[in-house]
């Protein structure tokens, strides 16, 4: 029995020594593990190791050049930068300038999404300058977003789709510096603003959507898309500081005369002329002979425009402007030889370019044998 019990003491005291040197393993163990979690823990991946200055700037370099925009959704939306990390997430909320350019497509997303992703990005981009594109068939949401409040702080408008009724925009826009209005619809004048536009420069219009009392003479940049030869003269002649212009030309039931004086635009530096197919050729000639521009160094224009005697219609515009011409454009199925014709007759225009020319080989031939 005494045997026995003696046994079991030296079993006791086997077991305890195990476990002291089982327990000082575990307690070592322990003590690398919590040095090796430290370490993780102050592990920072480089780009999260960035000033958020730096990671704002890489930020801005994810989105389009404002004032083009970015997707309100999907990968290339500045929203995905929020969902990568919480430090991401606070970055891209703390970068006004991701959420200043705002894009709507119509049939792309639900109403109720929309607004909540306007009121959304507007609250973000705090006090910046804001760009709109609006491409909608939706006369109630436009009209809400027209009503908003940060009107004020919109610096590019562009408004395109079909409309069902006219505006009158009464909300104040001191800083609009451009507007592209391409709006269809079954009225003469959609548009209308109440307040001045003391900003604005640059204006893409569509004929009929052209608004009344339109502040002309500080536009630096105009397009006119569909207007006829009278309505674009009209608008020229009130257009005194325009540098770049591009016209459409439509038919119209001025086609019976055109309207008499001059063009007179003292700083156009780039005039493009363009027409719809179904202009009568002689009025279209006589529009170009309207313009008086010293400025004018790049002309682009398609062939009716210079008819029956281009060369003369060309030497007539540079002799009445007095400009020095850079560069000439002449679009139209022309032939290679007409374009040499015009290189020979205005050697001092360094660049003259004929993008849709074609050869012709029987005047090639005839041009050697003379």
Known sequence: MLDFMEADRARLSDLETQILDLERSLSALRTEQARVRERLDAYKFPVLALPNEVTSEIFMRFIPTYPDAPPLIGIDSPTTLTHVCRQWRDVALATPMLWRSIEFLDNVYRRTVMRCVFADWIKRSRSCPLSISVYIDDDEFLKEILADPSTVRWEHLQLEGYIHSSFEIRSPLPMLHSLKLVLYGAFTHAFTFHDALPQLRTAVLYGSTIPPGFPWVQLTCLTLHAVTMNECVEILAQTLNLVRCIVDLIGGSEMDGLTT????????????????????????????????????????????????????????????????????????????????KFRQAFPSIPTFSFPDAYKEESEEVDDESE
């Open 261 to 340: 004086g001059k063009v007179d635009l003292p700083f156009l530096e780039s005039l493009v002329l363009r027409e719809d197919s179904d202009m009568g050729q002689t009025l279209t000639e006589e529009f170009l002979d309207l313009f008086v521009v010293p400025a004018l160094s790049s002309l682009d224009a398609e062939p009716i425009f210079l008819q029956e005697d281009p060369i003369s219609r060309l030497q007539s515009l540079i002799s009445r402007s007095g400009c020095r011409l850079q560069e000439v454009c002449i679009r139209g199925r022309l032939s290679t030889t007409f374009g040499n």
